[in-house]
Every structure is written in C-alpha cells, then in structure tokens.
C-alpha cells in the first residue's frame, strides 16, 4: 500500500520567514500583500528531496494553512506550487486545521501546533527544522522516508 506524505508549504517548501519582503524584526503584515506568497522562494533543498520522495513511491500532498484573511495567500501558493512542484498541483489541501487529516506523515515545521493532532489520527509528525541548515534537513527526512519503505 502506498504511503501518504503531506508537505506543509510555509517555512517548509517555501521560505517563508527568510523571505527578502521581511524587515527585521520580522513583519507578519507583509503577507497580506498581493505578490508575496508567489515570490517566495523554495527551502534550500526542498526540489530535490521533494522528488525524490515521489521517486521512492510516496503519494506525496501539500497541506496548507493559508492565512484565512487573505485571499491572495490561497491563490499564490496555488501559482507558487505549480511554478515550483507542478507534479503536486492536483494534490494541494487547505485547511485551518491539519488535525482532520489522515495520512502516514506529515512534514511540518510547527510541532507545537500540529504533532499531536496528527499522530493523534494515527500518522508521524516529521519536524522539519527551519531554522537549521534546509538543505542538511531535507537529507535526514529523505533518509528516513527511504528506511520506512517496507
């Protein structure tokens, strides 16, 4: 049976938080603005290790919390996926609340907020380190996608 992998987009595929359109300290208003979700640009390392996911035989889906305030945040990761992932573009989910999904994983930056409400229905919350070296934590998820193949 193929496994089901969700991505979250912010601070996870896209750069969110070290996006050029913040100043420092960091200004959440910018994201209201039209253009800002579609010029972020992609974790390093995430077109690779997102691939090679799907190459292992993962069903691979992007789940989403889109700022529900603006419609431009749902609209933009739509065009950003199919610009960057455009083998995931009939696979996009948004919601305000990942708990109510089922899959096997669920590679998130905010365990906090998501852990339990997922494994919570029987999948593994992988954390997905922002803040550390993108390109070395795409590696060590990829790695232990490829040990849980059966």
Known sequence: MTKLVFLDLD???????????????????????????????????????????????????ILSQ?????????????????????????????????????GDYLIDDNPAKWKDKFESNGGKFISFKYLEDHKTNWKDIVEFLRKEIP
Do not use: C
């Not at 209201?32 to 799907?54: C, D, H, M, W």
């Not at 990761?77 to 989910?93: A, R, S």
């Open 11 to 61: 601070d996870t595929l896209a750069d969110f938080t070290g996006s050029e359109v913040f100043s420092h300290p960091f200004d959440v208003s910018h994201m209201y603005e039209k253009g800002f979700f579609l010029n972020l640009k992609p974790t390093e390392g995430s077109l690779v290790a997102v691939r090679q996911i799907i190459r292992m035989g993962y069903d691979v889906h």
């Open 66 to 102: 889109p700022v529900a305030e603006s419609a431009h945040s749902y609209s933009e990761k739509v065009l950003w996926i199919g610009l960057w992932f455009p083998e995931l573009i009939n696979k996009i989910h948004f919601t305000q609340d990942k708990g109510l999904f089922k």
